[in-house]
């Protein structure tokens, strides 16, 4: 089964950019409907972004405009990059991926996710 492992994450001022990575390994992210949520403790998971293998994207409505979600067959790699950032974009990202949910279902609902990265915004 596929491993993911993300980076990219850090400390930004307000209005600022960050690019978040995910590489996977050990399958082809191709296999796999793909997506990053993000987790603020003792608070609900949210749902984030999603792509399809076809390139089919979804954004929360809370990041639409300021979010962009792709991929990378090539590389293997699930990029989310992340302008105009608000302190309530704080919080920690996972990339996820699943073989059998599709963009109907959030992202902290598919089967394999990463380690997290953080994203602090102040």
């Known amino acids: 089964h596929v491993q993911l492992v993300e980076s990219g994450g850090g400390s930004v001022e307000v209005g600022g950019s960050l690019t978040l990575s995910c590489v996977a390994s050990?399958?082809?992210?191709?296999?796999?409907?793909l997506g990053w949520f993000r987790q603020i403790p003792d608070r609900e998971r949210e749902g984030v972004a999603g792509i399809e293998s076809d390139g089919v994207t979804m954004y929360a409505d809370s990041v639409k405009g300021r979010f962009t979600i792709s991929q990378d067959h090539g590389k293997n790699t699930l990029t989310l990059q992340l302008n105009s950032l608000k302190p309530e974009d704080t919080a920690m990202y996972y990339c996820?991926?699943?073989?059998?949910?599709?963009?109907?279902?959030?992202?902290?609902?598919?089967?394999?996710r990463g380690q997290g990265t953080q994203v602090t915004v102040s």
């Open positions: 050990g399958d082809t992210i191709g296999r796999y409907c």
């Open positions: 996820a991926a699943d073989q059998l949910r599709d963009l109907d279902y959030p992202p902290y609902e598919y089967e394999h």
